[in-house]
């Protein structure tokens, strides 16, 4: 067993999928995932939680969970989010990833 931590405390997943034509599933990249992902990445680097053994903010492709959606998903733990605007993300940055406390309400 590996006493390693691991490069990032946290990293977290933005899906910015976007499907285009009537008739597809729902996407997040049109229920404001692109504002979304920079307002985290831009408040982890305000709150100097970037870079290594810190907080990684990523854009993701299409993270199957369409209709649950827009999701984020925040590792080592597995947490998936939902969320409708920048205060939703700004909960789970301050729950989550500052204090460890999953945001239920948020959580799918």
């Known amino acids: 067993m ?3 931590k691991p490069f990032y405390e946290h990293h977290v997943f933005f899906c910015m999928n976007v499907r285009e034509g009537e008739g597809c ?3 997040c990249g049109k229920h404001g995932a692109e504002t979304a992902q920079k307002h985290a990445k831009k408040r982890i680097k305000e709150l ?3 870079g290594q053994g810190k907080v990684r903010i990523n854009q993701s ?3 199957d969970r369409c209709e649950e959606g827009p999701v984020v998903v925040v590792y080592p ?3 998936w989010y939902t969320y409708v605007d920048t205060s939703d ?3 789970i ?3 989550h990833l500052l204090k460890g406390e999953v945001v239920e ?3 799918i």
Do not use: A, F, V, W
Request: net charge negative; proline share 4%.
């Open 25 to 27: 599933r729902p996407s």
């Open 93 to 95: 940055i301050d729950r």
């Open 77 to 79: 733990q597995g947490t």
């Open 61 to 63: 492709g299409c993270l």
């Open 105 to 107: 309400r948020l959580k």
């Open 48 to 50: 100097g939680l970037n």
């Open 89 to 91: 993300i700004d909960e």
């Open 2 to 4: 590996s006493d390693e």
